[in-house]
């Protein structure tokens, strides 16, 4: 196992600032200020039916496997584990192990969401406005606060305790306001606002788990709405499963409020920590994969220490790349899942 940071001090995948005249340089875009964010055009999902198409099962499993065990981007990043699945059940999974490493993950691996815990906040926040959000809700989702200053929070902390320690967490800063700056500001923010300010670790994953479901046994090492979950991919992937199947609200809003996120690209983004070469969207909680390159439109929400949660644009499926390695590993996680994507997708491996 690598060694990393305490998860405590490394909560979530944070980009490196790097300020100009012009822009902060980073890879992202963000919505203008004062209006609706751009959506990005998404596909419909499936009305109907059993997804799948004229791709045999078999065909899919054979392709999915020989890319999570084969292809570069996937043996980098072993040992991890895969699955993939529908609205019902999973449907291929595999542990990818590493030799000389004795790490093996399985489905019921615990290990550290990081920012995988902002898709699952997303949801809560849809649940608890019975799918009808506030304009204030959406700028903390889509981080257009200009709550821009999170640090970490500590363990025994309540919510609202860590917005005011490190007294930075609960900064406001005007200038960033409007604008998209990946930070976990916005949602700890939003987490006092809903009513969350009193809760610690325990009472933060009880009150969570009432609207997502006892069945996503989530829990806190820190009450940061933004990257303090631990969850096993099995639990993760009956959250993604609801969110297929209708059960959870945002399953109908996935990629809605998006707006874009590279300053590259974009006069109202200023910080992402995904590549300044690709061009994502940032909907509520959770990232689309709309790069014009290399995207296809998946949902995802990738965390800092390697765990990449994805649900495909066409919401006929799931998936899930999970492992616990050193800081910063998520973008490499994306990068091995979304071609674990296409491989099942397609039926052929990349």
Request: hydrophobic share 40%.
């Amino acid at each position: 196992m690598q060694s990393r940071p305490h998860p405590n001090l490394v909560p979530l995948l944070k980009p490196s600032l790097a300020l100009s005249a012009a822009a902060v340089l980073l890879a992202g875009c963000g919505g203008g200020s004062g209006g609706e964010p751009n959506e990005p055009t998404l596909p419909p999902p499936p009305t109907s039916g059993t997804p799948g198409g004229s791709i045999g099962e078999s065909q899919r499993i054979s392709a999915a496997r020989s890319t999570a065990t084969n292809n570069a981007a996937c043996t980098a990043i072993a040992p991890f584990y895969w699955e993939v699945g529908d609205r019902n059940a999973a449907r291929a999974s595999g542990s990818v192990n590493r030799a000389g490493n004795g790490t093996v993950y399985t489905a019921d691996s615990f290990m550290p969401l990081a920012s995988a815990t902002k898709w699952l906040f997303g949801a809560y926040v849809v649940e608890l406005r019975a799918g009808v959000l506030t304009p204030q809700d959406v700028r903390h989702l889509t981080f257009r606060s200009g709550y821009t200053s999170f640090s970490f929070c500590l363990p025994g902390q309540t919510v609202d305790g860590c917005l005011a320690v490190p007294a930075s967490n609960g900064a406001y800063t005007a200038s960033t306001d409007g604008r998209f700056f990946y930070d976990g500001g916005h949602m700890q923010k939003l987490g006092s606002l809903v009513g969350l300010g009193n809760l610690n670790n325990g009472a933060l994953a009880t009150e969570m788990r009432s609207l997502l479901g006892d069945d996503v046994a989530l829990s806190f090492s820190q009450p940061q709405l933004a990257g303090g979950a631990q969850a096993t991919p099995a639990d993760y992937a009956r959250f993604l499963r609801k969110l297929l199947g209708g059960q959870l609200r945002l399953g109908a809003l996935l990629g809605t409020q998006a707006v874009c996120t590279n300053p590259d690209t974009c006069a109202n983004a200023l910080a992402t920590p995904v590549p300044r070469t690709e061009s994502w969207s940032y909907s509520l909680g959770h990232w689309v994969e709309t790069d014009p390159v290399v995207g296809d439109g998946a949902f995802s929400s990738a965390g800092a220490f390697g765990f990449y949660p994805w649900i495909d644009a066409t919401r006929s499926w799931y998936g899930v790349v999970a492992r616990d390695a050193a800081a910063g590993s998520g973008n490499e996680s994306a990068s091995c899942g979304r071609l674990i994507r296409k491989a099942w997708v397609t039926g052929v491996s990349p």
